[in-house]
């Protein structure tokens, strides 16, 4: 392959993966605290029509970003009043949340689905954006795919080396425990969800602002779902959700390189576009098949409510 | 207690209500079946858009209602069953999806009228009805021969149907028939509608060269992407489908393939309100004004205006056909000898690529 090309792949992969990792990433601390929220794609669908909403009305994209996270902190705190506060299970609410969301941005985005917006300059990184092959793929993008980089770093960080990641892993794990010595579980795990909701919500922003750059129901096409299938097959790790989220793009972009280029294939239309699922779901079973880590790393008390009183 | 024995006494009366106003002449309640929301442009838009010149037209004397988003399959049935039992006369079904729903449905309800798009399945009160995109897409390509500098078009498609592929060899035919060095690509994008998707269809086949763009899939996606890339090169032009979107791309998108669905909408209605229904199989063009071309972009010369308008014109009156013979194969076999065109059957089976086609077809 030429350079050139392999850059374009490249630069097309990322762009591909960014939603699925902004909102991979939220819904992984999310469900650490012990919460599943299924609500991922209407999040998303919500948080892309307000921020194409806001956008389009200060043309600052970054108000956009704002009003999208927001959108989705408010989807997300309707579903942790649902399914913390009043208990109703998490797997109903999530998929209520998640059908709710996709009708309320249609509704909503209704005027808006005939406007445009002109798409973002990338924000170029000095120096390295010149490096060859590597330079225009990885530093010549928009500033929400650093962002998508930076917040994978403070998920782990966060997680690993910090005593409120403990805790919010310990609530996911025993909440009863961490009840007991004095965590307010409930709460822990209202501000774990609402995360999840303001990164679904930017993810949906990514979508509507950055990627297509439009606002049209049903725009998210499934990507959310996508996210929510990554966050367990890479085992709650969340290096492994970036990379299944670029393996996923890749599959996409490499297949369609190879359509547009005529080479000779003689594979079905619907395996290829299947592959991104297949070669995603294989790569990571295969890399998290060690039993007894996806034990170590699942949350043991996820999907189930929490009671104090009890 | 009071509440409900007055729900009571109100729902008695909506029934006796009910049954008195069946004795009025009603207006006949047309219903319609879309598969993706309205929106504002595309091909249930476009459906739409002829709901509500017929509904015009026939001001008084229908009603219509629709439902979108309706997926194929199953639910169709249940949705076109609903429609019926709610009083509906006449049913547009406009996805190949819903062929077998409605005919299941025509078979239950024979006094009742149907119409389904695209599909092949016809029956006593089940009728089809279709556009030769092919000639608008024909023209398209026309365009593009003249204005290409790469030597290049990229297709992006979603699924290989036969109306997706005539779209594609027609292009292909038009553009070569002005440029016989032209080539086609295309990307199969396995979605009727996923703009994130149909993006980066576009742009991958705008980094590989080529510099005509075009799409059968339902956004705006491609169109955006071509007249967003259009400030890096200007020679970069798209044209639409199904909808007129130049307000997406006003420097890059230079005319597109537009259905207009309401005479046919308008003339079959009237049909079966007067009695004189006896069977439909439309498979209207450019002549029946169910394709037309949207307005050319200022950035097409005058020249090739003159052209298009021309070879519109031959079209119309069947003097010209997008696939008259020799149509060649991509493996170079011939399909059709030359001296005559394309039967309609031969059109409908069509699963392969003409010649100048750079893709290969995927198996299906």
């Known amino acids: 392959m030429a350079p050139g090309l392999v850059s374009a792949v490249l630069f097309a992969t990322i762009v591909a993966g960014t939603p699925l990792i902004l909102t991979a990433l939220g819904e992984l601390v999310t469900e650490k605290s012990g919460v599943l929220n299924l609500g991922a794609e209407g999040i998303m669908s919500v948080g892309a029509v307000a921020a194409f909403a806001v956008t389009l009305n200060t043309g600052s994209p970054l108000l956009g970003i704002v009003a999208g996270m927001v959108a989705g902190m408010a989807m997300s705190a309707l579903f942790g009043f649902a399914a913390l506060t009043l208990q109703a299970n998490q797997v109903a609410s999530g998929l209520a949340l998640s059908i709710f969301g996709v009708g309320l941005s249609a509704f909503v985005g209704k005027p808006y689905e005939s406007q445009t917006l002109s798409s973002v300059a990338p924000l170029k990184i000095p120096l390295l954006s010149k490096l060859p092959v590597l330079g225009h793929a990885l530093f010549e993008q928009q500033a929400l795919v650093y962002f998508s980089w930076i917040m994978l770093a403070v998920v782990a960080w966060f997680l690993y080396r910090t005593r409120w990641g403990l805790v919010l892993r310990a609530v996911g794990e025993t909440p009863v425990a961490a009840h007991a010595i004095g965590y307010n579980v409930l709460r822990i795990r209202y501000l774990a969800a609402i995360f999840g909701g303001a990164m679904a919500g930017i993810g949906g922003a990514f979508l509507s602002v950055f990627y297509t750059p439009l606002w049209v129901e049903g725009m998210v096409a499934g990507r959310g779902w996508i996210s929510l299938a990554l966050v367990v097959f890479a085992t709650w790790r969340p290096l492994r959700v970036m990379l299944g989220a670029y393996l996923f793009g890749g599959a996409m972009i490499t297949q369609m390189f190879v359509q547009g280029s005529g080479i000779r294939l003689d594979i079905p239309a619907q395996f290829l576009s299947a592959l991104p699922y297949l070669a995603t779901v294989v790569v990571l079973v295969l890399i998290s098949r060690n039993r007894s880590t996806i034990r170590l790393n699942s949350p043991a008390s996820l999907g189930q409510p929490f009671m104090p009183d009890a | ?364």
């Open chain 2, 1 to 364: 207690m009071q509440r409900l024995k007055s729900s009571i006494t109100l729902g008695l009366g909506l029934l006796a209500g009910s049954s008195l106003f069946a004795a009025e002449p009603a207006p006949t309640q047309v219903g319609f079946v879309y598969v993706s929301p309205v929106g504002d442009a595309g091909w249930t838009y476009q459906h739409d858009q002829g709901r509500k010149e017929m509904e015009k037209a026939m001001a008084g004397k229908v009603k219509t209602n629709f439902v979108e988003n309706v997926p194929e399959g199953a639910d169709a049935e249940r949705v076109i069953r609903q429609m019926i039992t709610g009083g509906a006369k006449i049913v547009f079904t406009t996805s190949f999806g819903y062929m077998n729903p409605t005919e299941k449905v025509a078979s239950a309800f024979p006094d009742k009228f149907f119409f389904h798009a695209t599909g092949y399945k016809t029956g006593k009160n089940m009728g089809i009805y279709n556009a030769r995109f092919y000639e608008g897409r024909y023209l398209c390509g026309v365009i593009a021969g003249k204005m290409t500098k790469s030597h290049v078009a990229g297709y992006v498609a979603a699924f290989p149907i036969p109306e997706v592929l005539q779209g594609i060899n027609a292009f292909t035919e038009g553009m070569r028939s002005v440029d016989p060095k032209a080539e086609v690509r295309v990307i199969w994008v396995n979605s009727w509608f996923d703009p994130g998707k149909e993006r980066e269809a576009a742009l991958t086949l705008i980094s590989q060269g080529a510099d005509m763009l075009t799409h059968h899939t339902d956004s705006t996606a491609v169109v955006q992407a071509a007249e967003e890339k259009h400030k890096d090169n200007a020679n970069l032009y798209s044209f639409s489908y199904h909808s007129d979107m130049s307000k997406y791309g006003p420097k890059s998108c230079l005319t597109g393939t537009t259905h207009l669905w309401g005479d046919f909408y308008t003339r079959t209605v009237k049909e079966v309100l007067a009695g004189t229904w006896k069977g439909t199989n439309v498979w209207g063009g450019i002549k029946d004004g169910m394709i037309k071309l949207a307005p050319l972009n200022a950035a097409v010369p005058e020249a090739v205006k003159k052209d298009v308008t021309k070879l519109e014109k031959e079209i119309k009156e069947g003097k010209r056909h997008p696939f008259a013979g020799p149509v060649v194969a991509q493996d170079g076999k011939e399909l059709v000898p030359k001296g005559r065109n394309m039967t309609d059957a031969e059109l409908g089976a069509m699963n392969y690529y003409v010649k100048g086609v750079a893709s290969t077809l995927p198996k299906n």
